[in-house]
Each structure stands twice: as C-alpha cells, then as structure tokens.
C-alpha cells in the first residue's frame, strides 16, 4: 500500500460534534491514530499531550485524534480532553492512511514497560473513580497500532510514523522538531 504524500481537503467531526477541516488552512494538523476506547496506553499518550498543549498550540499545531471505537463508547475517556476526538468505528480513515492492527502491538518487548505504567495508572484512576475502567472487550480489538502524521495547510504531509509496537509514537518533543522554520507563531 501506497502512503499518503498529500491528503485530500475533507472535514471530520468529533465525538462532540464540532466540524474539523484536514489539513486546517490556518495551521498544521497532527493527525494521531490511536487504539480503542479506554486504551490505558492511548491515554497515557494523550496525558502527555494534554500537559504540553501549550506549547503545540504555540506552534500552531491542532491536535486531531482518530480511534477505531464509536463515538458513544469514545465520549466516556476523552470528554474531559482538549483535543478534537475522531471515532472511526469502521476503520476508513486507518485504511487511507494504512495504519494497521497486528500482534506485535502487543507482543513487541519494547511497548511491556509502557503498557504496566499504563495500567496500573488506569487501574488507580478507576479505583479513585477519576475514569472508567478500561474496557474488558474494546472496540476492534486490543491489536491496534499507532501512527502519527504531520499534516500542512496545504495538505502536504511532512512526517509520518506507523508505530512497530502499541508505545511507538511521537512524543511531544518529537512532535515539535518537525515544525518546519517560520511556522512558530
């Protein structure tokens, strides 16, 4: 399968609703394929995200977050998150962009340390009763991987990652190397 160079105008909506254009003509898009709903993994990520939105707001960055869980199950974990949360239940999108599932999300050594952290994060949060359990079936399955995508206005895409493992992806530093010079706002 052939990756996306550019990526075709379109808007999508959030689980909340709201219209969201990609690419945005008014700034990049950091287009984030995560796993399901609930995913303790995915939400440590976007915690991590949600801490330093700030600054990739700064850099005028929009971050755009796609999960193959519907949007009914999706509202449950991320109401409470400033980022524009996409449900792609039927997969549409992860096939465009050729983001895939596969064991290894799972059974790749390298996302174990990530995944205990999570969980255990998770399980303290839904013990307090901050956040719900993770589900015990998720929405398409536990097997998803990550990918990221830097998107520019005129929907060129300048950075992509497809993840080896269910931890691999940009981190927010990451994510800021690739702003292009001149971008900051």
């Known amino acids: 399968m052939s990756l996306p160079t550019s ?4 808007t999508l909506r959030t689980v909340t609703g709201v219209e969201v254009p990609v690419p945005d003509p008014d700034c990049l898009v950091h287009l984030q394929f995560r796993r ?6 995915c939400n440590m990520h976007l915690r991590s995200i949600v801490v330093r939105h700030h600054e990739i707001t700064a ?13 009914d199950e999706l509202r449950k974990y991320t ?10 239940p039927d997969r549409v999108l992860y096939r465009e962009f050729g983001v895939e599932s596969s064991p290894r999300a799972l059974l790749d050594p390298r996302g174990w340390p990530a995944i205990v952290r999570a969980v255990a994060q998770d399980l303290r949060a839904a013990l307090r009763r901050d956040r719900p359990a993770p589900p015990a079936r998720p929405d398409g399955g536990p097997l998803g991987l990550p990918a990221d995508f830097l998107i520019a206005p005129d929907g060129r895409v300048l950075a992509s990652k497809h ?23």
């Open 163 to 185: 993840g080896a493992h269910v931890y691999d992806q940009w981190s927010v530093d990451e994510l800021l190397a690739l702003v292009p010079a001149g971008q900051l706002r």
């Open 79 to 88: 109401d409470e998150l400033p980022l524009d949360v996409i449900a792609d």
């Open 36 to 41: 399901f709903a609930g995913c303790p993994v």
């Open 7 to 10: 990526v075709a105008p379109r």
């Open 59 to 71: 850099a005028n960055i929009r971050e755009v977050i796609v999960f193959h869980s519907h949007a």
